[in-house]
């Protein structure tokens, strides 16, 4: 059985032709040593755990990996389920070739796992995943529990890949950067955007900021901003109640943005009221680039 490293770098060599080089844009190819290098001998190697490392230099992510450890277990247990379901039925949507897709903002992997499921249960056509993120920590964990996608440390800013190389985009929950979106989707590509709604974690919410400005939560300015770089192909509401078990808690907590900016005293709090039911609450958002 191949190790990690040596299945990733045989991996990212099958699909070269996908990457540039982030120093000078240059096309990249794979060699013995297992690195990636451009002819003008920028090269970046495969890392032991099964994934590559594409930034220029070194970046601290604000996400650790207790967080995404937390967020594995989260998804693992099938708490984002529904929605994968139903973006998986988005871009399966009578396809019969292969798909390329990029998880922009990967963190630790599960979406896009789970998303490949989908899809080989729906249909025969081949699927090719790459999960990008800013955070080592989040990709590590990738790398570790999926093997079979190309797995990269890499600045969205600064995407290391050619242009029009996707079919599909997909952005859960994750920061966007337009332009490189554009930039990378092929004549027909899709972008799929997946947002809080108003009601997600409302339970959660209340909990830590009870009678606080922070219980509201409104997306319309990231719709907005959607709807200035793509058109509208497709918007759904998924929302879906979900229950707990005691273990689940904890990590649930500590996985989501509403509890990073609370005091340790207010997530104990949180933690004491045993909650046994949230509410998972998502606005998916499909669009193709405006034509310009």
């Not at 120093?23 to 794979?30: D, R, S, T, Y």
């Not at 699927?127 to 990738?142: H, K, Q």
């Amino acid at each position: 059985m191949l190790k990690k490293i040596d299945a990733a770098a045989r991996l990212i060599g099958r699909h070269s032709s996908l990457f540039q080089c982030p120093v000078c844009g240059l096309a990249m190819e794979m060699n013995e040593n297992r690195t990636l290098l451009c002819r003008n001998r920028h090269g970046f190697d495969t890392a032991k755990p099964g994934y590559i490392s594409l930034l220029t230099k070194s970046v601290k992510s604000d996400y650790g990996k207790a967080m995404f450890e937390a967020r594995n277990l989260v998804c693992r247990s099938g708490f984002f389920h529904p929605l994968i379901g139903q973006i998986g039925k988005l871009i399966l949507n009578g396809r019969t070739e292969p798909v390329t897709v990029l998880d922009a903002g990967c963190g630790e992997g599960s979406p896009l796992a789970q998303l490949a499921d989908v899809w080989k249960r729906g249909t025969s056509a081949g699927f090719l995943g790459i999960g990008l993120d800013l955070s080592r920590e989040g990709v590590a964990i990738a790398a570790r529990e999926y093997a079979g996608f190309l797995w990269c440390v890499g600045d969205l800013a600064r995407s290391p890949f050619r242009d029009r190389s996707f079919d599909v985009i997909l952005n859960v929950l994750s920061a966007s950067n337009y332009g490189e979106f554009r930039r990378l989707l092929r004549k027909d590509g899709i972008l799929i955007k997946v947002i809080p709604g108003s009601g997600h974690l409302r339970q959660l919410r209340h909990a830590l900021y009870d009678r606080s400005p922070k219980q509201a939560y409104s997306n319309d300015k990231t719709r907005a901003l959607f709807l200035r770089h793509f058109d509208m192909l497709d918007e759904r509401q998924i929302r879906y109640d979900v229950a707990l078990q005691e273990e689940q808690l904890e990590p649930l907590v500590r996985m989501t943005p509403l509890s990073w900016g609370a005091r340790d005293e207010q997530i104990q709090r949180v933690l004491r009221l045993a909650i046994r039911e949230v509410t998972a609450d998502f606005t998916v958002l499909v669009g193709r680039a405006k034509v310009r």
